[in-house]
């Protein structure tokens, strides 16, 4: 049962667009919620995180919005740039104290058109 | 930085043998996470570890056994491998924070193994 999903495989957009990455959750317990990037050969990387106490949390181009009674949460890319091309991976973890285990995502492979 | 090391970043192996995997961080932190990723499945937890000596199962721990005698290094185990661990295999380590508030876990490169 996939308690976390990322319902597109993949996503194109053009350089400049922007790009919206979604990710839904089934499981009420989740309250802090994580987005990373993935290159081919490289490690997750951290990209921009909320807790549930927020809607919003913007960092540079990077925005996450959460909406709690829609269980759904996206990544807001603006502008996009050809460096972003990557697997994009949503977490969702079940609390706000400690380090405890994510549920991740499939992930969404977006790929940004120069 | 936060720097996450894994032993070897490829890796091939025969059915039955006992695999080895290491990871190493450097900063302190108290847990560590074992993933694998697979085309599909996204990423899975193995196993992870909050304290040494401290293991606790994730979500598919079957065929997987873990170490952490030294807060800095957590092993995973293939105690007999299979063609079905084929994979590739992620470490993660993240803090308890200020406040025990949370934390992002940051990961190593990773090991692509093969069983043969």
């Known amino acids: 049962d996939q308690q976390v999903k990322q319902n597109s495989p993949s996503l194109s957009v053009q350089e400049g667009r922007i790009s919206i990455l979604n990710c839904d959750y089934t499981?009420?317990?989740?309250?802090?919620f994580l987005w990373y990037k993935k290159y081919p050969a490289e490690g997750p990387t951290f990209l921009i995180s909320?807790?549930?106490?927020?809607d919003k949390n913007e960092d540079g181009r990077f925005t996450v919005f959460l909406n709690k009674s829609a269980k759904h949460l996206s990544l807001h890319i603006v502008p996009s740039q050809p460096g972003d091309s990557a697997v994009y991976f949503c977490a969702a973890s079940p609390t706000t104290s400690g380090t405890y285990k994510y549920i991740f995502g499939t992930g969404t492979r977006l790929k940004v058109l120069a | 930085d936060v720097k996450v090391t894994q032993s070897s970043r490829y890796l091939v192996k025969r059915t039955g043998e006992k695999v080895f995997l290491e990871c190493v961080q450097d900063m302190d932190h108290e847990n560590m996470f074992w993933y694998r990723q697979d085309p599909g499945l996204g990423l899975r937890l193995i196993y992870f570890s909050y304290d040494v000596k401290m293991k606790e199962k994730g979500d598919i721990p079957e065929g997987y056994s873990v170490s952490r005698e030294k807060k800095e290094r957590f092993s995973l185990i293939l105690e007999s491998a299979s063609t079905n661990q084929t994979s590739m295999y992620l470490c993660a380590s993240g803090s308890n924070g200020r406040d025990g508030l949370n934390q992002p876990q940051h990961f190593g490169d990773g090991t692509r193994l093969s069983i043969l």
């Open positions: 499981n009420s317990m989740f309250d802090y």
């Open positions: 909320i807790s549930s106490i927020k």
